[in-house]
């Protein structure tokens, strides 16, 4: 006599329904490439059975896809949106892709770079393009500028590096702007500064969800006395002209930048960093002399690689319902360019 099983299983609802029991699988975790109807028929009929997955089981499952490698060639596509080929190639892109290809190699893929612009390039012609070589994963690099994306999802495992895509909102990884600005503003008051202006590119800012001009607000209206509220410069494509008459209208004793190039388009206004005034650049590039936010782009990426590769396991393709988002949060590193105003002086 046989032993009577006391939990359903997968294979008990895939018989009743008539389907394969990766078909139950998919439809339990509700995957678009599934039909709505096929997917609903199926999740009613195992309620209707009572069917309830096994912890246990699943959580050796989710612990053999971490170790699992992907297949020897797998290949995962990087897709970039910039006017040219190579626009990319630069600075905190450029750490950003060498990110998610060290990453994607350490996990058995190899990273191939697709330009969306393409002459002659549609989103279909693309997506087609990528089926037909067997890939189906896809990391959208950081856009030159936040905005839409026309591709076929539906067929794709897809994360996003960086807040930049805004439609389709997808699984992603990017820093914690706001918690960087916040850190840039606690180091420059315990530096002793208390006329603390920024200069922001709006553009750059929506790129990060207003988060920089949110957390300076509120820094400003609850750390700072109202004398000292200095109002910030936000400039498309700022230079050193047009930031002269802010400088000399409202005297900071410190700026803070979303750039690097910022420490340029200070020096024509004739005061000396950090003697006079010091800088902060709220995403830190290649210049060790410049104090401000290392932001690890190389990291985030890397998280993005981890997520794209976790989809790819439970095979979930297309726009999530409720995409998720890994923050990671940015260190202070210090520079000459943002002294202690004692030290500054001395």
């Not at 910030?232 to 002209?241: C, I, R, T």
Request: proline content about 7%; hydrophobic content about 40%.
């Amino acid at each position: 006599m046989k032993p009577q099983r006391t939990r359903l299983t997968l294979r008990d609802v895939a018989e009743r329904a008539g389907v394969s029991i990766m078909t139950v699988s998919l439809a339990l975790r509700d995957q678009p490439s599934l039909p709505q109807a096929t997917r609903e028929r199926i999740r009613a009929l195992a309620a209707e059975m009572g069917y309830r997955p096994d912890p246990a089981l699943a959580a050796l499952n989710h612990y053999r896809a971490k170790g699992r490698r992907a297949e020897r060639g797998a290949i995962l596509a990087y897709l970039t949106a910039f006017e040219t080929r190579d626009g990319w190639k630069q600075g905190f892109l450029q750490r950003t892709f060498e990110g998610a290809r060290s990453r994607a190699e350490e996990l058995g893929y190899r990273l191939e770079h697709f330009w969306l612009k393409e002459p002659g390039m549609t989103p279909q012609r693309m997506g087609g393009i990528l089926q037909a070589r067997g890939i189906r994963g896809v990391a959208v690099a950081p856009l030159p500028r936040p905005g839409r994306l026309e591709f076929p999802w539906e067929h794709f495992s897809a994360v996003a590096v960086g807040p930049s895509l805004v439609t389709p909102a997808l699984h992603s990884a990017c820093n914690n702007h706001y918690q960087s600005m916040l850190l840039a503003l606690e180091r420059t008051t315990a530096a002793g500064y208390r006329r603390i202006g920024l200069i922001l590119d709006p553009e750059v800012d929506q790129r990060h969800q207003q988060k920089y001009l949110a957390a300076f607000t509120m820094f400003q209206m609850t750390k700072l006395g109202e004398s000292t509220r200095l109002p910030p410069l936000l400039l498309n494509n700022p230079s050193a002209a047009a930031v002269r008459p802010w400088l000399e209208a409202h005297a900071p004793d410190v700026v803070l930048c979303h750039d690097e190039r910022g420490l340029d388009w200070l020096k024509p206004g004739g005061a000396a960093v950090p003697e006079q005034m010091g800088f902060v650049s709220l995403i830190r590039g290649g210049n060790q002399a410049i104090a401000g936010i290392e932001t690890f782009p190389g990291q985030i990426a890397a998280a993005a690689i981890n997520r794209l590769n976790q989809l790819l396991h439970d095979n979930e393709t297309g726009v999530p319902e409720l995409p998720t988002c890994v923050m990671l949060n940015g260190s202070w590193m210090a520079g000459t360019t943002c002294k202690s105003k004692a030290d500054a002086k001395a």
